[in-house]
């Protein structure tokens, strides 16, 4: 079995990648998109020490907050804490301190945070961690350690979905104009009243199916290439997600191996 993998189209800013897998099927797709969601890890906040918190915000609430807050994170530097050499106690290789101290009327943003390590830092520094009123105060210590989705979401580095290529074939369309005022996702369009088929559309659309109910004239098949799309949050980026997952797989296929 040869799998490739055909870039279809990234969006940098939006953290998103859309690629196709030739070559496998939904099982391997469906372990990919597992591994990146519960076992890829990245760094999130997990205890927190507030020595002042009079925000209107409870402690719990800001806690959960400051937990779902992204960090850019560096897997090279960082282990998990089962597998640290502090075997767990907590040291400079698995554990992460971060501070947030403010005092102003206003927004508090995650960017306000300062990170013991530069390269570790929350990633979208306009994300409100919590709001102050005159005289209101914040001023908290962050734990923040390497963790897995399947532990909490907060660890999760994306989001991950694959789906079926579709092969839409369009023949003799008995509506056309109907059909491309119903194509709100734009895979079809009119032009000179004829129905025009919008190719690179078709990865994103969820409407495939319902074009094919509307109009006998549209038929919809399957190939065996699946578009995987995955999303990243910020803490990593998409190659350093599919690579790690790869790593990972690996690491799974050969534990089993040493056990038959
Ligand atoms: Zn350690």
């Keep these: 079995m040869s799998i490739k993998i055909e870039k279809i189209r990234e969006e940098k800013k939006k953290g998103s990648i859309i690629f196709l897998l030739k070559g496998t099927n939904e099982v391997f797709a469906n372990t990919i998109r ?10 999130a906040v997990e205890d927190v020490e507030i020595k002042d918190n009079s925000s209107s ?26 597998q640290c050499k502090c075997a767990g106690a907590g040291c400079a290789q698995c554990e992460l301190k971060i501070t947030l101290k403010a005092s102003k009327k206003g927004y508090v ?8 390590d530069p390269k570790c830092t929350f990633v979208y520094e306009k994300m409100p961690a919590a709001k102050l009123l005159s005289k209101q105060k914040l001023d908290v210590t ?9 532990e909490h979401t907060k660890w999760s580095p994306g989001w991950a979905y694959y789906k079926k ?10 509506k056309p ?4 005022e119903k194509s709100t996702d734009g895979v079809f369009t009119l032009k000179n009243k004829k129905l025009e088929l919008n190719e690179e559309k ?19 098949e399957y190939s ?28 799974k296929i050969e534990a089993l191996e040493k056990q038959l």
Excluded: C, H
Excluded at 165 to 174: A, L, R, Y
């Design 34 to 43: 597992r591994l990146i969601v519960e076992e890829v890890p990245t760094l």
């Design 57 to 82: 915000l409870y402690d719990e609430m800001l806690a959960l907050r400051l937990g779902l807050i992204p960090i850019k994170t560096d897997l090279k530097s960082y282990n998990l804490k089962e």
């Design 109 to 116: 943003y995650a960017g306000e945070a300062v990170s013991a």
């Design 142 to 150: 962050m734990t923040a350690i390497l963790g897995r989705g399947r």
């Design 165 to 174: 290529e579709p092969i839409i074939k369009v023949g003799k369309v008995e």
């Design 177 to 180: 104009d109907l059909v491309a």
């Design 202 to 220: 078709i990865y994103d659309s969820n409407l495939i199916e319902y074009y094919a109910e509307l109009d006998k004239g549209i038929t919809v």
């Design 224 to 251: 065996d290439n699946i578009i995987f799309t995955l999303e990243n949050w910020g803490q990593l980026t998409n190659k350093e997600i599919l690579t790690k997952s790869a790593d990972i797989l690996i690491e």
